[in-house]
Nanobody, 129 residues
């Protein structure tokens, strides 16, 4: 299993920035896909960004050129740098992982994952006003 703990959420003004972090523990972290998802009240969960164990990343169109995902294998950490935040980015953000080949890691343009993720953190709230 993989255990995930997020941090870094908060409240920022329109146009502000935040950096989310996720620390993973458990076996075989290096072989997992890692991703960020979000869910706003009354809406379905959607994929934001994902990265495979070779560092290849994918993003939903609604965050492209504003958000950057990165992972630090040595620290078992995943990060999401969020810039030019908008009120519509307000949501609870979740770190997620899945064990599988690189092709299964991605987030499609509209925010749907290529394959479902298996492990989830508790989430961290991001509010933009």
């Amino acid at each position: 299993d993989v255990q995930l703990v997020e941090s870094g959420g908060g409240s920022v003004p329109n146009g502000g920035s935040l950096r989310l972090s996720c620390v993973a523990s458990g076996s075989d972290y290096s072989s997992t896909c890692m991703g960020w998802f979000r869910q706003a009240p009354g809406k379905e969960r959607e994929g934001v960004a994902a990265i495979d164990n070779a560092g290849r990343s994918s993003y939903a169109d609604f965050v492209t050129r504003r958000f950057t995902i990165s992972r630090d294998t040595a620290e078992n950490a995943l990060h999401l740098e969020m810039n030019m935040l908008k009120p519509e980015d307000t949501a609870k953000y979740y770190c997620a992982a899945r064990k599988g080949p690189a092709w299964s890691c991605g987030i499609q343009a509209q925010g749907a994952p290529v394959m479902e993720y298996d492990y989830w953190g508790q989430g961290t709230q991001v509010t933009v006003s």
